[in-house]
């Protein structure tokens, strides 16, 4: 005669199996670089640089990255061996864009653009578009959009995190003028968590 096993057992070996699946599926993680050079554009608005610093050290504090002004570079979209911050203006709109590719068109306030070996972001360009009313949050205007709340969520992407669809996340792909906003939340950690050791 055959035993069967309690209900909450089976189901118990049953969720870790699923569990066992889907981590096998998961991108593998990837250890965290502790040295992370940036180059900002030169002559950038007054406080800009002083601002993108700012956003630097929040991601340090928070997340424990290595992220550091290594000097002054022109930047742009080049796979040229340098993480990079810079300013553009929008190029008209384009039917034909494909994901990931490095236009900067007016519909965007910026982009991130990686470039990945594998699995693996080698180097991240970040494009600023000058085309829209950008503030520092402590010059803010009601028509303005924060450069801090922006470059804090392109960071984001520098390490891979993904476009998060709840309005108050820092991840969500959509600004409004005059709002800031910098919090770093529980969603985004686990995210990173799960892409960092």
């Not at 040295?35 to 991601?59: K, N, S, T």
């Not at 829209?132 to 028509?143: D, K, N």
């Not at 800031?180 to 985004?188: A, F, G, S």
């Amino acid at each position: 005669m055959k035993k069967r096993l309690p209900a909450a057992v089976a189901l118990g070996i049953l969720e870790a199996a699923a569990i066992l699946l889907l981590s096998a599926c998961l991108p593998r993680r990837s250890g965290l670089d502790r040295d992370i050079p940036v180059y900002l554009q030169p002559d950038m608005p007054p406080g800009f640089e002083a601002a993108i610093r700012d956003c630097m050290a929040i991601w340090n504090r928070e997340f424990g990255t290595g992220l550091r002004f290594a000097g002054h570079s022109e930047g742009g979209t080049a796979r040229d061996g340098r993480n990079t911050i810079s300013l553009g203006v929008a190029a008209p709109p384009f039917s034909g864009r494909r994901r990931g590719e490095g236009r900067l068109e007016a519909d965007r306030l910026g982009f991130a653009l990686n470039w990945r070996r594998g699995a693996r972001i080698e180097e991240t360009d970040i494009l600023i578009n000058v085309s829209w009313r950008l503030a520092t949050r402590s010059a803010l205007g009601p028509g303005d959009y924060c450069l801090e709340t922006l470059i804090l969520h392109e960071l984001g992407h520098l390490f891979g995190l993904p476009h998060d669809y709840r309005e108050e996340s820092l991840m969500y792909p959509r600004m409004e003028p005059g709002r800031v906003r910098l919090e770093i939340d529980d969603r985004m950690r686990a995210e990173f968590s799960r892409r960092y050791y």
